[in-house]
Each structure stands twice: as structure tokens, then as C-alpha cells.
């Protein structure tokens, strides 16, 4: 199946993702990136919604919800 993609989103992309892989801080260990602390913000905007909504169980559960997606995501 072929799918044509307009040359300016993929030009977004591609610049989105060279924007988001550029390292903030290399250290010996790892590093870190600037899509990265996006990432974290949305879990804890996550874990934060469920929370107040739903309690320490919820919270769980959110959090449970969006590893799972997120792994989902690595995997495919």
C-alpha cells in the first residue's frame, strides 16, 4: 500500500525530530534529551488527572496505563 505524504510534513517531522533528539546533557551514564522531559510532563499530567479524579488507586492505574502505552509504542 502506498501512501503519499506532502512534502511539508514530512519536512515537520523531520525537523520536530531533529529538534527533539539533540542531547540537553551527555553524561557517562546517558543522555539526556529534549524530548525527554516532554515525556516526563505528560506522565505526570497523567498520573496527576487520575490521581485527582480516582485517588492513590487511580493514580496507579494511570500510571500502569501510560507504561503500557508507551512500551507499546517501543515495541511497534
Excluded: K
Amino acid at each position: 500500500m502506498r501512501i503519499r505524504i506532502p512534502r511539508r510534513v514530512v519536512a515537520a517531522v523531520d525537523a520536530f525530530r531533529d529538534w527533539g533528539y539533540t542531547p540537553l546533557v551527555c553524561h557517562r551514564y546517558g543522555t539526556l534529551r529534549r524530548c525527554d522531559p516532554l515525556i516526563a510532563a505528560a506522565f505526570l499530567l497523567c498520573v496527576g488527572y487520575y490521581w485527582w479524579t480516582g485517588g492513590w488507586l487511580g493514580a496507579m492505574t494511570g500510571a500502569c496505563a501510560f507504561m503500557l502505552v508507551t512500551m507499546a509504542m517501543l515495541w511497534l
